[in-house]
């Protein structure tokens, strides 16, 4: 399979390319050349495949040859080993939970999928391992850790801002070992990520080091999203109502894979990206116009983006088509008093504990569904204990930890600190990752 870059359409990359440079040389977001929409019957007998069978038949054209489809296969058994459930919380509204994995963060898929494509791509070059570097504010560096343990020809370097993360998240960053390195930066998390992009453009490491990025935007983290869309079908369809999806969203790689699902064929009647205050993307459904700004902190910290990155691809599959896109998606922002008040109500009147996330997604479903006989589907994202900090105190109760949870919380952190660039260039030139 082709990707070209969004910036022009004539520069072209295989797959294996796609995923080690991340990024177009040319700065522009990699985008598939086609997309074949999948046979009817598929659709039609989805109950009947496994979600192992599903997961192949859907990532298979993006891949193309370029990974043997028994490595394929394996690929995908490993990368989504756990639950999918769709849960019903009301009368036509079900969570579907996405934070069965390892690190209890949707992310795990993405992230998991990447290092074994980057781990096969990388499996010839026996004394050479490439580096994935990556900034990280709290939940990517877990996914991408996790991801990446053990796989082989890998080195990965998380730089996370000292004291800025929840204790969950550290530990799951620093208590791995292996082929994971943990640096604690001596700023925040814009500090960390300046960092990251200067070694990448600085030769002296780039010359002794392959680098490359775990970042989001990179095609194998993205497309295996298609996934949840698939399996929530598959457990939906019998009740023969049109579907929809609200997606909490931040940088819109999540929606933009249900999006991308849907050009597959899979039958959806509507998507909502649901929003914090960060509401680019709302307000340019209301007044079609594109205005990035700072980014703003919420309780739904993952979702704290000013220019989501991914919403260009979105344009893309509608051929920036304002009246199309509006036609498939809506958008709503919600800020965190609203958050907290609906977390509370769900809580109480069904028993269902959600976390800031999920709470917008069901926030934007119940606003789209109020003028449509429809059932829907909104994401949660994460497990509430990874926001144990917001939940526990709006819902006044205390949150059980899962066996993911009590696995790490009692490890010892191994961390490195650094206070500047010159720490991180000297640790890249010098350190010896051992796997
Ligand atoms: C990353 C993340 C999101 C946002 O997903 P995008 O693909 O960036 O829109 C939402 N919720 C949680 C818990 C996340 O970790």
């Not at 290092?115 to 499996?123: H, P």
């Not at 960053?173 to 990448?200: S, W």
């Not at 965190?336 to 934007?364: E, F, N, Q």
Request: charged share 20%.
């Amino acid at each position: 399979m082709n990707y070209y870059s969004l910036n022009n359409k004539d520069n072209k990359s295989s797959f294996e390319e796609a995923v080690v440079r991340g990024i177009a040389p040319d700065r522009g977001l990699y985008f598939p050349q086609n997309i074949t929409p999948l046979p009817r019957a598929f659709f039609k007998n989805i109950e009947n495949y496994s979600n192992e069978e599903i997961a192949f038949k859907v990532i298979e054209q993006f891949v193309g040859d370029e990974i043997p489809t028994s490595i394929l296969k394996n690929i995908i058994k490993e990368t989504i080993n756990f639950e999918f459930p769709v849960v019903k919380v009301e009368n036509n509204i079900h969570a579907l939970e996405l934070f069965h994995g390892p690190t209890m963060a949707f992310k795990d898929v993405g992230a998991r999928f990447m290092a074994r494509c980057l781990g096969y791509f990388n499996r010839d070059k026996k004394d050479e391992n490439v580096t994935v570097l990556v900034a990280t504010s709290g939940d990517t560096g877990g996914a991408v850790a996790h991801g990446f343990l053990g796989v082989k020809g890998v080195d990965v370097v998380i730089l996370y801002p000292s004291g800025k993360v929840s204790d969950v998240q550290e530990k799951q960053l620093t208590t791995l070992g292996q082929n994971i390195v943990a640096l604690e930066v001596d700023g925040v998390f814009d500090d960390c990520q300046e960092m990251v992009k200067t070694a990448f453009l600085d030769t002296e490491i780039t010359d002794q080091r392959t680098l490359t990025s775990a970042n989001s935007i990179n095609v194998a983290r993205w497309l295996p999203q298609m996934f949840y869309f698939f399996f929530a079908y598959k457990q939906l369809k019998h009740k023969n109502k049109g579907l929809v999806f609200s997606v909490p969203s931040g940088n819109f790689g999540n929606i933009c894979a249900g999006v991308m699902a849907q050009q597959l064929g899979l039958p959806v009647h509507q998507f909502v990206a649901s929003c914090n205050i960060n509401d680019v993307v709302p307000n340019f459904f209301k007044s079609k116009k594109y205005t990035p700004q700072a980014s703003k902190q919420t309780i739904s910290n993952a979702m704290d983006v000013g220019n989501p990155s991914n919403f260009i691809r979105i344009q893309e599959v509608f051929n920036n088509d304002f009246d199309q896109l509006s036609k498939h998606i809506s958008s709503y922002s919600f800020d965190d008093d609203t958050t907290r008040a609906v977390m509370k109500k769900i809580h109480d009147t069904t028993g269902y504990v959600t976390d800031p996330h999920g709470a917008i997604g069901y926030l934007g479903l119940k606003k789209y569904l109020q003028e449509q006989p429809l059932q829907g589907v909104f994401l949660e994202t994460a497990h509430p204990i990874k926001f144990a900090n917001v939940v526990e105190p709006v819902l006044g109760i205390k949150l059980e930890l899962p066996p993911q949870i009590i696995e790490v919380i009692d490890k010892k952190k191994v961390a490195t600190n650094i206070k500047t660039y010159q720490d991180l260039k000297e640790f890249l030139i010098k350190q010896a990752i051992h796997s």
